[in-house]
């Protein structure tokens, strides 16, 4: 079966059906501007040479070279043989905070680009485990069971946002406690989390759960996006301030203390998000000091990429449009 790896290109094959109308309407203004002539016999002289088969030729030569170069960037890819999977390493959940909260600009662009930008980083640094990710705000969803496979949480990560979770709110505790059900229960060790979030809403269920994940082995990493003196929501709709039920302007301030109480509960460490490439380096440092295991899945595969064939196929289109000519090959 075969995969895109960058399947968003596709969306440039929208442009088809744009420059199919362009060509339509170009052709039928070109027949008015012939009628206005008004002599037949001149309109047949003046373009007797002119042949609309070679035109029309060349315009979807010219169009099916641009499906298949959209095609070869996206890069039509064959699961191959599987990579050996002699490595060391440990299942770690990415949690990350998607509501409306982290909307707030009060470091830029806002705490949810930032989150990502931090997400991003720590799927590369943490290539030798296997990743997991949860989404959450007032529910928690597991968007990506652990896995190898790191091109997969590039493009789960590319839907986090207050969109993906319709409740709102900052339910850390229903979070972690999915977490826990993803780990393998029967080890007690080689388990870790990050979770990414300000913290807005205290969560009294939070540090029974941290509890009872450290007993089974799993270490609790915290990273703290936003500031004490806070900022305000913005709507996406409307971009104004959010306000509560009594017209007051919501500030949203990040709750530092349960961050690293929890993270401390957790036997491992508090990160405050200032840089992303800062915090990724010592979330990874905290995480190497654990004991690794041996990991042995089979979601780690090699890709064979066929985005060649299409950019040949292509350049032939090209060719043929380029000598193609728009004049008769012989006249009568």
């Known amino acids: 079966m075969f995969r895109l790896e960058n399947p968003l290109w596709l969306s440039a094959l929208l442009l088809v059906p744009m420059l199919l109308a362009t060509y339509l309407v170009t ?191 799993v270490m609790i990493n915290t990273v703290g996006v936003g500031s004490m003196q806070g900022a305000t929501i913005p709507d996406p709709a409307t971009g104004e301030a959010k306000k509560d039920g009594s017209g007051n302007t919501v500030i949203s301030k990040l709750n530092e203390e349960q961050l690293r109480t929890l993270a401390q509960e957790g036997n491992g460490t508090y990160v405050y998000l200032q840089d992303a490439a800062s915090a990724a380096a010592t979330i990874t440092t905290q995480l190497n000091s654990i004991e690794k295991k041996q990991l042995e899945d089979g979601t780690r595969v090699q890709y064979n990429s066929y985005f060649y064939w299409f950019l040949i196929i292509a350049f032939g289109l090209l060719l043929a449009e380029l000598f193609l000519s728009e004049r008769k090959a012989s006249l009568v």
């Open 27 to 217: 052709q039928r203004l070109k027949k008015r501007k012939l009628a206005q002539v008004g002599d037949p016999a001149l309109v047949h002289s003046l373009t007797r040479s002119f042949s609309p088969r070679n035109y029309l030729l060349k315009f979807l030569a010219a169009m099916a070279a641009l499906v298949f170069l959209v095609l070869a960037i996206a890069n039509p890819q064959k699961k191959g043989a599987a990579l050996d999977q002699n490595r060391q390493g440990l299942d770690v959940m990415l949690i990350m905070d998607v509501s409306k909260s982290m909307l707030a600009q009060d470091i830029r662009p806002n705490r949810l680009e930032r989150s990502r930008q931090l997400m991003s980083l720590l799927i590369d640094q943490l290539s030798n485990n296997r990743l997991g990710m949860i989404w959450f705000a007032g529910r928690a969803y597991l968007q990506m069971p652990l896995t190898s496979d790191l091109s997969a949480a590039k493009l789960f990560l590319q839907t986090a946002g207050p969109d993906a979770v319709p409740t709102q709110g900052t339910v850390i505790g229903e979070a972690l406690r999915l977490a826990g059900t993803a780990f393998n229960s029967q080890e007690q060790k080689y388990k870790a989390v990050v979770l990414i979030s300000d913290g807005e809403d205290h969560d009294p269920e939070a540090l029974g759960i941290v509890k009872k994940l450290v007993e089974s082995g």
